[in-house]
């Protein structure tokens, strides 16, 4: 079945950006999404790219999708405080949503 | 405002009590999902229903059972079968016109077996 794979922990400076990566192994989901974790708090959709794109920017963040790969990346630009928080990165598995498990960023003041 | 509530937040119960978590939308989706979130392992699906009165295993379902009476409502029953149910249990739904296939969450509540 689907995985997604995510690297646990990113610490970063503000101002910096940050990148968080994923790879996943079923391509045919038709879209990939990040989500948003807050401490204490339910997920919240960031950013979604459709898979037939190969970039999405939204402001601060971009969303960079390599088929061939298999890869999914977000980057934050002039990463803030705020930011700090849990990263999910997650495609649709057939009527299911594949969720990685998670990245937590730092953002260091 | 639409949205989805989870209630309590938190909850504490002794070892060998069923417990039962409750999930509202008033969204109008038809698919509503459990998932259970343990440090460093993501979101596991624990059921999920795509319509009323229909709901599906997920990846986790032992020591669980869940109802969909009602659109707006999916409670899932944590019962003394699971074997560890101390845990952060999140609830979402999915669906809509235009829908892009993405799902909202509630809040979540945290459960303590002791």
Redesign the interface.
Known sequence: GEDVEQSLFLSVREGDSSVINCTYTDSSSTYLYWYKQEPGAGLQLLTYIFSNMDMKQDQRLTVLLNKKDKHLSLRIADTQTGDSAIYFCAGTGGFKTIFGAGTRLFVKA | DGG?T?SPKYLFRKEGQNVTLSCEQNLNHD?MYW?RQDP????R?IY?S?IVNDFQK?DIAEGYSVSREKKESFPLTVTSAQKNPTAFY?C?S?GGTGA?????????T?LTVT
């Open positions: 989805i989870q698919a998932y460093g392992q993501g979101l699906l999920y795509q997920g999140l979402a999915s892009l296939g993405e799902q909202y969450f509630g809040p979540g945290r």
